[in-house]
């Protein structure tokens, strides 16, 4: 399952006040990352017919270091709660960032 951050923020000042992996999840992005959560419990649920998992069919939460995939990992954390068993950062899943070209 692929679960992108949703809407980083609607203050579109805030890119010209520090580099894109520190702009956080908008309100609006909080409310899509914990509907995304939800949708992915109720997935779960059906396919095992359960609101536990079975045993060893826990999933790991991948992400990027930026604050908004954070901030989203997060949310499905709390929400799914035991259905995940980790967390695992790596900047491989970061897109390409442009330094002093970014405008910071």
Partial sequence: ??????????????????ADCNVPLSDRGQEQAHECALRIKQYFETIYKSSTPPPHHRCIIWT?????????????????????DRKHETPFLAEQQFGLYEGV
């Fill in 1 to 18: 399952i692929n679960a992108e951050y949703g809407v980083a923020n609607a203050d579109r000042t805030l890119w010209f006040k520090m």
């Fill in 64 to 84: 990027s270091p930026y604050v908004r995939a954070r901030q989203t990992t997060d949310i499905i954390w709390q929400t799914l709660e035991h259905w995940v």
